[in-house]
């Protein structure tokens, strides 16, 4: 495969969805093989989990987050049953799942103390801030707090505390985080979209799956707006998905098929594609065949 050539520094933008950000591994594989690699990241919600994962110090991001993803369970992520999420939600007031799960995520595969300035590559972390709904983009100081609150989907996640801020899930406001990235440096953007090449399953059957309804629909009309506007100042090369399949956010069964159907997708779409200058090379939505 001939190595693609974008301006740098390059910036990968890891959006949010779930489960289904195991399509993320696929993209970031293929990526590698033409020869595209990150001088920044930024993600939002599961995206800055695996932004988090491929900033570590070593070579072996990728297959890092490969064997992360081939062990991962609903359980893990969202622990407990309905009776349980019933319990939690009396209890809390305002979520159905503690970020407990979570948390124990992030010490075992990027580490409890973990600082930004321990990584290798410059990460972006995405909330949103609850007192002004805006996006809050996190650049330094500890990890595992606003990791947390880039996870933090209301209603299925508690807020988290940080700085005094009250934060809550950066896709309520920036899922696909482009202009974060221009913030940070990048000249050019490579967006690893995960919540576009999944369709949405047919009607909600609980109330966890409701929630991730309506914040997967935010999800898509914002990279809808946004893409646009910031390939009018770089080349935005959006990696395609797979096929649409109807899979849950919320359901681990399908995570090795969803990277390797990425994989494919993304590796015969990079092989055709050359970039001229600034534009939008893909859209939000595009899947190839």
């Not at 700085?163 to 940070?184: F, I, K, S």
């Amino acid at each position: 495969m001939t190595e693609l050539q974008l301006p740098r520094p390059i910036g990968f933008v890891l959006g949010g969805g779930g489960s289904l950000g195991a399509m993320q591994v696929g993209m970031l594989r293929a990526l590698t093989e033409a020869g595209v690699t990150a001088d920044l990241a930024v993600g939002t919600s599961v995206g800055s989990l695996n932004a988090a994962v491929l900033a570590l110090p070593g070579d072996d991001s990728a297959d890092r987050l490969r064997r992360i993803w081939s062990r991962m369970t609903r359980h893990e992520a969202f622990p407990g049953g309905v009776l349980s999420q019933v319990r939690t939600l009396r209890h809390s007031k305002t979520n159905l799942f503690p970020n407990t799960g979570l948390a124990a995520i992030v010490d075992e595969h990027i580490g409890h103390d973990a600082r930004f300035e321990d990584l290798a590559l410059p990460l972006g972390v995405v909330t949103t801030d609850v007192e002004t709904a805006e996006p809050l983009l996190i650049r330094s100081g500890p990890l595992l707090a606003p990791l947390l609150a880039s996870c933090a989907i209301p209603g299925i996640y508690p807020p988290v505390e940080h700085e005094g801020r009250l934060l809550y899930d950066g896709g309520l406001v920036a899922n696909v985080p482009m202009r974060q990235a221009l913030a940070m440096g990048a000249r050019s953007l490579v967006v690893l979209d995960c919540a576009f090449p999944g369709k949405i399953p047919g009607s909600p059957q609980t109330f966890a799956e409701v929630m991730m309804f309506t914040a997967m629909i935010s999800m898509r009309n914002q990279a809808v707006l946004e893409a646009p506007l910031a390939a009018a100042e770089v080349p935005v090369v959006y990696v395609p998905g797979p096929a649409p399949v109807r899979v849950s956010p919320l359901d681990f069964s399908r995570t090795e098929a969803l990277a390797e159907e990425a994989y494919t997708a993304a590796r015969h779409y990079l092989a055709e594609l050359t970039v001229d200058g600034p534009g939008l090379y893909g859209a939000p939505g595009l899947v190839t065949t």
